[in-house]
């Protein structure tokens, strides 16, 4: 008889998003004349066209494609060497990066589940709650964690409380933890940390022989200069830290797959017996084993990001959605919601009014408004009370949904 990872069956019911396009398809098929009306702002999925340096870059790679004297079969499962230099050139230039130190892929959200892979059982993991639900979900997955509790907090777990009482940054804990996830910009609570802030956090892995798993998908909606967009910018970063970056928001990418991994050759782990294992040959083993790489045309795409006319097309999309935020962040604090988030990331965080949980909000936002949100609740208990808008829309949504809201809100 084949067993199955048992582990699976700790997962609470559906995975948050697909739970969403559930409850929305449920209440679509029962209301056909409403569902026309669905504005969704729920999932953080880009809904611009791709840049066109990025368009005509890939139709450059399809065209190679065809030709039998420039097709490319198999390449390597790191990346082509262009798009890691482009990478290493235009994103952590003065970092101390390398090339060879860059792992393409085909998406972040991949990528933060599969670094499980490179690390054993027993290790301490710490969480912020709210969380991005992919981190806990792979954990639970690959048996790291006890059963959950009522409120779907899973033992073995050390989760960190992001609050409006700490800006939504987790703050250093007392306890020691072994593996350690910081997402900046925050998703979802759209807080950024401060340099302050991040060098307590290197200071405090390497004091624990720590490494952090820094996510920096959003790293290119940050307008404060003052912010840290990688965890690279923190002196011994190298020595602590693995950083995830994504072409998903910054190009579009979200139908497209592209995104990366940093490990630095100085990065490494224990052995269990003494010995110290450098965690760039281990991932650089596995991507090699369970990937084949991503395709051709999709890294030239990716490469043409860093053009002078990819960089002027992602600045000029990175400003539609910033803009976006803003008319969500200055609608819901007219109303008098708290409001957190969408000033240096596409993610607006906002308090529910008196009585209501977040799924409830999520409820009535759909029935009555025809909005699309996320419940707070998803994303662990902390974020229950919260709800988050996602920026990435159109213009003309986003000003219906600040219609609705506020209509919705004020009555």
């Not at 056909?32 to 890939?58: F, H, N, S, W, Y």
Request: aromatic share 10%; proline share 5%; net charge negative.
């Amino acid at each position: 008889m084949a067993t199955i990872n048992t582990n699976f069956l700790k997962l609470k019911a559906g995975y948050l998003f697909p739970e969403i396009a559930r409850r929305v398809k449920a209440y679509s098929d029962a209301h056909p004349g409403a569902a026309p009306r669905i504005i969704r702002c729920g999932i953080g999925d880009v809904t611009e066209a791709l840049p066109q340096a990025v368009v005509e870059a890939m139709h450059e790679g399809v065209d190679e494609m065809a030709c039998r004297n420039t097709f490319k079969g198999y390449g390597p499962e790191q990346g082509y060497e262009f798009l890691r230099q482009a990478i290493v050139d235009h994103q952590f230039a003065d970092l101390g990066i390398a090339a060879d130190e860059v792992f393409v892929s085909d998406g972040s959200k991949c990528d933060t589940g599969n670094i499980l892979d490179i690390f054993g059982k027993g290790n301490v993991i710490a969480i912020t709650d709210p969380v991005y639900p992919v981190y806990v979900d792979t954990n639970v997955m690959a048996g790291n964690t006890g059963e959950a509790d009522a409120n779907g907090a899973y033992g073995g777990l050390l989760y960190l409380p992001c609050t409006a009482a700490n800006g939504f940054v987790a703050e250093v804990p007392h306890q020691r933890a072994d593996l350690i996830y910081l997402c900046f910009p925050n998703n979802p609570t759209g807080a950024v940390a401060t340099r302050a802030q991040l060098e307590a956090w290197v200071a405090y892995a390497r004091a624990n022989d720590s490494i952090i798993l820094f996510d920096a998908a959003y790293e290119a909606f940050v307008r404060d200069p003052a912010v840290p967009r990688s965890i690279f910018e923190i002196e011994g970063a190298r020595e602590c830290a693995i950083e995830f970056r994504s072409f998903s928001k910054n190009g579009g990418f979200t139908g497209v797959r592209c995104a990366y991994v940093v490990i630095p050759k100085s990065l490494t782990g224990s052995d269990g017996q003494g010995g110290r294992v450098s965690l760039h040959q281990l991932w650089s083993r596995r991507h090699s084993t369970k990937f084949n790489g991503a395709s051709y045309p999709v890294q030239k795409a990716a490469a043409a990001v860093f053009s002078p006319e990819g960089k002027a097309q992602v600045a000029a999309l990175v400003e539609h959605y910033m803009g976006n935020a803003k008319l969500l962040r200055e609608a819901v604090a007219a109303v008098g919601l708290p409001v957190f988030g969408g000033v240096n990331a596409p993610y607006v965080w906002v308090g529910c009014p008196a009585g209501l949980s977040s799924w409830d909000m999520f409820d009535k936002m759909l029935q009555e408004a025809q909005v699309v949100i996320t419940p707070g609740s998803g994303f662990g208990s902390a974020g229950e009370g919260y709800f988050r808008i996602s920026a990435f829309n159109s213009r003309a949504n986003v000003e219906e949904v600040c219609r609705r809201l506020t209509a919705l809100v004020s009555a």
